[in-house]
């Protein structure tokens, strides 16, 4: 059985669960980070007494260091010390940005991070992979450092807006497809908007931690995860650029259609198995119908810090629940792939 993380709580009481570690921990001081839409939606669900409440714009274009030196700056003016306590309100941004801040301020103070949307719950906050974007380049700045603690309570997903619950959607099932058979065979006997979400993210938080603990710093496994990300990533930049800008989880969903190509033009997923996959995937999101050539997201896929001298490397799967890493593969093959989706 995958085991949750041993510092991670999931709990349809968070103030409770963080009581108990004020209680232990004895910080002198606490702050709250949070955005404007955490601080609407989901502070007023946190009892906690008199916090420092320190409130971020949303969004990924604030994940940089200009923002994380208004943290640090709110912190210093409030005196926090080396025993205050930060915690972390909010999507994936700021769990990753305020788990920076929290592990550079006076080289480290405590921090926990409750996640608010389904992405962060089942994947970022998971992994210890803390950081901010720098000169547009994402995660440029950062590190590695479990969070002190995290509290998951998918009761906060209740005021996510759809398209942002579905982008996580994507990891779930991203989850299920390299780790775990039995979880894909579940995931889809429904439809998005009957799964049960009770079950699924204890599930699919247990499959990354599997995945993590068997290599923190991604020298290996821990590359598995990077399934549908390749031509995801390649998929998200181009479209940053146009109107039709897509979510992390949809361009990943578009992602793990090209790569699960790629699987069957390599005999490592039948054509039943292809379909199975692709046939979900679309009935889940709404995905754009056509896709750039080659020619227009090479450059983004040349870039991917997963390459080496030998060429472009993928994770892919090898059949249903199983995937594997440092796959080279030829221009040509993923010329075949990015057709074959349009
Ligand atoms: N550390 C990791 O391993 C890891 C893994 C995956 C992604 N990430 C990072 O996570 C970020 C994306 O995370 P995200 O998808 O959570 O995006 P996000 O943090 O931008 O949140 C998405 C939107 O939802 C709002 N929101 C959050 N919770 C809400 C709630 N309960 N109700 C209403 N609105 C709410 C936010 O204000 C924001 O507008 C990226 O920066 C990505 O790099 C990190
Ligand atoms: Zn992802």
């Avoid at 309570?153 to 759809?162: G, I, S, V």
Wanted: charged share 25%.
């Amino acid at each position: 059985m995958d085991q949750l993380p041993s510092y991670l709580t999931i709990s349809d009481q968070p103030s409770e669960v963080l009581k108990s570690l004020i209680e232990k921990w004895k910080p002198d001081l606490v702050a709250i980070l949070v955005d404007e839409n955490t601080k609407n939606s989901c502070l007023p669900k946190l009892t906690i007494e008199n916090p420092l409440v320190v409130e971020i714009k949303s969004g990924e274009e604030n994940k940089n260091l200009i923002t994380c030196e208004n943290i640090w700056s709110a912190l210093t003016e409030h005196k926090f010390t080396r025993k205050s306590l930060l915690v972390n309100l909010g999507g994936g941004v700021i769990g990753d940005m305020g788990g920076f801040v929290a592990s550079t301020f006076k080289r480290g103070i405590k921090f926990v991070n409750i996640p608010t949307t389904l992405l962060s719950q089942v994947d970022a906050s998971i992994g210890g992979k803390l950081g901010v974007d720098f000169n547009h380049l994402k995660n440029h700045i950062g590190l590695f450092k479990d969070p002190d603690h995290v509290i998951v309570n998918p009761d906060f997903l209740e005021t996510l807006n759809t398209r942002e619950f579905k982008s996580g959607f994507g990891e779930v099932i991203k989850h299920a497809l390299i780790h775990d058979k039995p979880q894909w065979e579940i995931l889809r006997a429904s439809t998005f908007e009957n799964q049960n979400w009770q079950e699924l993210i204890p599930k699919s938080i247990a499959i990354k931690n599997a995945v993590v603990s068997e290599d923190p710093t991604e020298n290996g496994i821990r590359k598995i995860l990077n399934f549908g990300h390749t031509i995801g990533h390649a998929i998200e930049s181009h479209f940053l650029l146009t109107p039709d800008k897509l979510l992390h989880g949809e361009a990943i969903a578009v992602g793990m259609i090209v790569e699960g190509h790629l699987s069957l033009q390599k005999g490592w997923l039948t054509e039943a198995e292809f379909s199975e996959i692709s046939d979900f995937i679309v009935s889940s999101f709404t995905l754009p119908n056509s896709l750039p050539d080659m020619n227009s997201i090479a450059d983004y896929l040349l870039q991917d810090k997963k390459n080496d001298s030998r060429g472009i490397n993928f994770s892919l799967l090898n059949g249903i629940g199983k995937c594997e890493f440092d796959v080279s593969v030829s221009p040509e093959m993923i010329k075949k792939s990015l057709t074959a989706y349009s």
